[in-house]
């Protein structure tokens, strides 16, 4: 066997990290498109605003690492959903400050709840000390 051959992609880490991500991804989907036909990036947009409060569009794809132009169609569609509002900035007006309308702040309150039984179905399988230690490994990998 080869050096090649021996190399499984199964077993190849940034392989499994971007398997289990779309897998959970594509499962906690149903909650935010179903009931508010949101997109994948509509929904970071929103869990951003509604659990950091108002910012920019730079902000967000900062926090996010989602790219400006996936922001903006997902502010546009929130905006078009009634979920948020835009202000322009007094000192730049190029620049807005976007926040959660209303509804917006009842979708994110909404699925907020969804996201925390998603989360604590994951981990069911889980001792409390694997699941401890799977969330500090990932978000030492995330912050790499």
């Known amino acids: 066997m080869s050096k090649s051959e021996s190399f499984d992609l199964k077993d190849f880490l940034p392989y499994l990290l971007a398997q289990a ?5 594509v499962e906690f989907q149903y909650f935010y498109k179903t009931k508010y036909g949101m997109l994948r990036t509509e929904w970071r947009v929103l869990f951003h605003l509604g659990r950091y409060g108002s910012m920019t569009a730079k902000e ?5 690492r989602l790219h400006k ?3 903006s169609r997902a502010v546009a569609a929130l905006q078009d959903k009634r979920f948020l509002t835009r202000e322009q900035q ?6 807005e400050t976007l926040g959660l309308t209303r509804a917006g702040q009842v979708a994110y309150a909404d699925l907020s709840q969804a996201a925390q039984r998603f989360d604590r179905k994951m981990v069911a399988d889980f001792t409390p000390e694997e699941a401890e230690v799977l969330r500090r490994c990932l978000i030492r990998i ?3």
């Open 21 to 25: 991500a779309e897998q959970t991804s």
């Open 69 to 71: 132009t996936k922001v």
């Open 90 to 95: 007094e000192k730049d007006r190029r620049h």
């Open 60 to 64: 967000i794809c900062d926090r996010a």
């Open 142 to 144: 995330a912050s790499l």
